[in-house]
């Protein structure tokens, strides 16, 4: 286990600085809760220093930044499954574009699996294999959630929103 202590204050910084903002929004649009979404990135900070992976690149660091936040919100989700909640306050807080704010609220009512997929390919840009390698499924698996999650979310968007 790494000392955190060993690390200068301005590489712990840079880390939340390049990554903070990405995995809360994943967070956020998987646990439809700010304090839930913050709780779940300062956990994936903490197993970051604690475990003190070695990474051969920056997107390889990413992609295990990414995995531990989305295991870490299953987690949570699991642990209230039968206290489900939504405040929709909290997401349209993080909505720069008010046009945007019904595909986002769309997207929350998606199962997460579908979520999952569709928020790391239009909204963080993945390629289909990174995030076959991110979420441990195959490129036919990716392409077939985002096929079945854009479905999905259209059928939400066109019963709530229009």
């Known amino acids: 286990m790494r000392n955190t202590s ?15 903002d990405m995995l809360f929004r994943l967070c956020l649009i998987m646990l439809k809760n700010e304090s839930d979404a913050e709780d779940a990135v300062q956990e ?6 604690q475990k003190a ?5 920056k997107e390889h660091q990413k992609a295990w930044l990414i995995r ?5 919100c299953r987690d949570m ?8 909640q939504i405040d929709d306050e909290d997401i349209s807080k993080f909505i720069s574009d008010s ?20 928020t790391l390919y239009y909204i963080e840009e993945y ?7 991110i979420i441990g ?6 392409k077939m959630r985002l096929q079945k999650g854009r479905k999905l979310l259209e059928e939400i968007y066109r019963k709530e929103y229009l």
């Open 6 to 20: 060993e690390w200068p204050d301005d590489d712990i910084e840079t880390l939340i600085s390049q990554y903070g």
């Open 44 to 49: 994936t900070y903490i197993k970051y220093f």
């Open 53 to 57: 992976p070695s990474f051969g690149s």
């Open 68 to 72: 531990v936040a989305t295991n870490k």
């Open 77 to 84: 989700l699991r642990f209230r499954a039968r206290h489900p």
């Open 99 to 118: 046009s945007d704010s019904g595909i986002l609220e769309a997207l929350t009512m998606v199962p997460e699996k579908f979520r999952l997929v569709l």
């Open 127 to 133: 390629r289909i294999e990174d995030i076959a390698n």
């Open 137 to 142: 499924r195959s490129s036919s698996a990716v």
